[in-house]
């Protein structure tokens, strides 16, 4: 019984880092902008399917990786000059619409440029089981849980320590006064974009030697991601991280105790009611962002 | 004032719409090295919008905006505070969630020189101690005049040519007010060049060079400081006298 729950709470934590991830790039976009950006699960599948393709080209591992990430990043920064720059002076409901439309592009785009098979990752240490108090832990699974704490690390390292990061909270907290300190919108945004279709492609890579990519893996990860945003808060950038592990431990015990076919129901039940009951998250207190 | 040499600041025939509405019309003023110059006029009268325009946050339909013999109008904002004209925004707009020093870092944004950069903190600290003592406290927290200091402390952290003050006693109590405009005449007096806007007209009139009155959007009065106070139609519709 005591195996069995660590067992689970390990396997939930494994999976909550990676909703954690996708959760973190939902709150940065939004913080920098107001946006939902529903593009965001795509990011989690191009980081993987990328790093499939290049592997398939014959490119060593970290290669592959490392090339992957470039492609989100680029497709993060062309979301924001092509897409949402033009119409920045729309309305919030606009620019989520687009977003929208942009993760059924780069859906479509990616399964006729690649595949629509799907493509296991191989383990980046390999498949020796380790026993953490007799639960039974893959080595990936430290990997997409350390990888975790590096990212929250750098990115509060980031927003709390740098110039640049502080500019971006700063146009967060108030537009006008950061244009008159000589900060300019568009860095702020092509920025979060960047970053979060970065963290998204991390987490993408993260978890395909555990669960697989193939060209729509994003639609369920990015909900995730969104959930975990949601059931945390998007008030500050811990909202997302502990949402995500709170998601991901409750789904596998869910999965664990109650029915494993009820896995992903566990994570809509949670957000309708977050939505319902505290629709500022676990985290969230206080007034909403200005939108950049 | 000296007039003989070329103007720091000079606009020309400036008109500025929103959408339909035209909020200014064939605006004319300068500002020299050195100066105080006060613009006083009612709420709606343009005075903000004016700032704006200079800051290069709204754009001009029409008219000229010369900075240091160069024309400005196609610059961007933040071009705009490289140049060194910085803007102190109305209400003061403070970041409030961070910190009292991060606040004066950001208004360096554009600066290079960490050391310089450095000084120049410890310097507003000295003419706004009570920054200094509250140096990690989030700005949110602070009063009303000590959010006015950082306001204005963030902007002289841009090492502004010429510092644009929007309503800098607004929202604030009398005698917060009246220290507020002592700081201002001692920044004169450290030699900032100042463009005030103001709806309080005695005060900024009081250590005011010049000053302009401005109209529902045109500039309907012009002259010292002493001879605006004195202006019998500025002392009925400004002054309340």
């Known amino acids: 019984m005591g195996v069995e729950f660590l067992q689970f709470l390990l396997s939930g934590l494994t999976v909550g880092a990676t909703y954690a991830l996708v959760g973190l790039g939902f709150w940065i976009i939004h913080t920098a902008c107001g946006v939902i950006n529903f593009a965001q699960g795509e990011f989690v599948m191009l980081g993987g399917m990328a790093t499939a393709a290049f592997l398939g080209l014959g490119m060593p591992l970290p290669v592959a990786i490392m090339l992957a990430l470039a492609v989100a990043v680029v497709a993060g920064l ?4 092509l897409a949402v720059e033009p119409t920045r002076n729309g309305s919030v409901v606009t620019l989520i619409i687009i977003t929208i439309g942009a993760s059924i592009f780069f859906r479509g785009l990616v399964q006729v440029v690649l595949d629509k098979d799907f493509h296991p990752l191989p383990a980046f240490s390999g498949e020796e089981p380790i026993l953490i108090g007799g639960a039974a832990v893959m080595p990936q699974s430290l990997w997409v849980v350390g990888a975790t704490a590096a990212v929250v690390l750098g990115l509060w390292l980031f927003f709390e320590h740098s110039l640049h990061g502080k500019a971006v909270r700063a146009a967060a907290a108030n537009l006008l006064a950061a244009r008159l300190c000589g900060i300019r919108v568009r860095f702020v945004l092509l920025l979060s974009f960047g970053m979060s279709a970065l963290l998204g492609a991390i987490a993408g890579v993260l978890i395909a030697p555990i669960s697989a990519t193939y060209y729509e893996v994003g639609i369920m990860l990015g909900l995730k991601g969104f959930c975990a945003a949601m059931l945390g808060g998007l008030r ?6 502990v949402g995500g592990l709170v998601l991901g431990v409750v789904e596998a015990m869910g999965a664990g105790y109650l029915a494993s076919a009820y896995k992903d129901a566990v994570a809509f039940v949670i957000i309708l009611l977050v939505l319902m009951f505290m629709p500022r998250g676990l985290l969230g207190r206080g007034a909403r962002s200005e939108r950049v | 004032m000296p007039n003989s040499a070329a103007p720091l600041l000079a606009v020309a025939e400036l008109d500025v719409h929103y959408g339909g509405i035209q909020a200014l019309r064939g605006v004319a003023i300068e500002v020299h090295k050195g100066e105080l110059v006060a613009l006083v006029g009612n709420n709606g009268a343009g005075k903000s919008t004016l700032l704006h325009a200079l800051s290069g946050i709204v754009e001009a339909s029409r008219g000229s905006i010369r900075f240091a013999g160069r024309d400005i109008a196609a610059a961007s904002a933040d071009a705009r505070v490289r140049m060194g004209i910085v803007q102190v925004p109305e209400a003061r707009q403070v970041f409030g969630p961070l910190s009292v020093e991060d606040n004066l870092r950001l208004g360096a944004f554009t600066r290079h020189g960490a050391a310089q950069i450095a000084r120049d903190i410890e310097r507003t600290y000295a003419l706004f101690p009570v920054l200094a003592e509250r140096r990690r406290q989030a700005a949110g927290t602070l009063s009303g005049g000590q959010q006015q200091m950082l306001a204005i402390g963030r902007g002289l952290m841009a090492d502004p040519r010429l510092l644009l003050l929007d309503e800098p006693s607004m929202g604030l109590a009398p005698n917060v007010a009246d220290e507020t405009f002592e700081k201002i005449g001692d920044l004169k007096g450290a030699g900032v060049t100042i463009l005030l806007v103001e709806q309080n007209a005695s005060s900024a009139l009081y250590i005011a060079d010049r000053g302009y009155v401005l109209e529902t959007g045109s500039v ?16 009925k519709a400004y002054l309340g006298m």
């Open chain 1, 236 to 241: 500050s950038g811990w909202g997302p991280v």
């Open chain 1, 78 to 81: 062309l979301l924001e000059r």
């Open chain 2, 220 to 235: 309907a009065l012009k002259g010292s400081g002493r001879e605006l106070l004195a202006d019998e139609a500025v002392r």
